[in-house]
């Protein structure tokens, strides 16, 4: 499958119009990926989506438009900032509880 880049949404984007949208650019099946891909599979999405959030454009993008801070982290660093910040929240959940 030759590279491309598309939309995700049902729609094009207001400030992205002449990106397709997934379905527009003949996935139909987009939304039916198998639910356990092989881990190479996985690897090499993981690798192109990292690299494309750093991209100094799509950087640009997030900050100025959602005012979002980019994090380009692998699903694991992912997996374990979650794990640290629920433990976090909770804590602090119960502080407030017993306040």
């Known amino acids: 499958m030759k590279p491309f880049l598309a939309s995700t949404g049902t729609e094009r984007h207001p400030q992205l119009p002449d990106v397709p949208t997934v379905h527009e650019a003949g996935l139909e099946k987009y939304d039916h ?3 356990r ?3 190479p599979v996985v690897q090499s999405l993981e690798a ?3 690299r494309a959030v750093k991209h100094p454009d799509f950087v640009t993008y997030a ?3 959602a005012g979002a ?3 380009a982290i692998s699903s694991k660093e992912l997996s374990a900032l979650v794990a640290s910040d629920t433990a976090r929240y909770r804590r602090f959940a119960k ?3 017993a306040a």
């Open 69 to 71: 801070e980019v994090f």
């Open 37 to 39: 891909l092989r881990e």
């Open 33 to 35: 990926l198998p639910g």
């Open 63 to 65: 900050t100025q438009t």
């Open 95 to 97: 502080q407030l509880d």
């Open 48 to 50: 192109t989506l990292i």
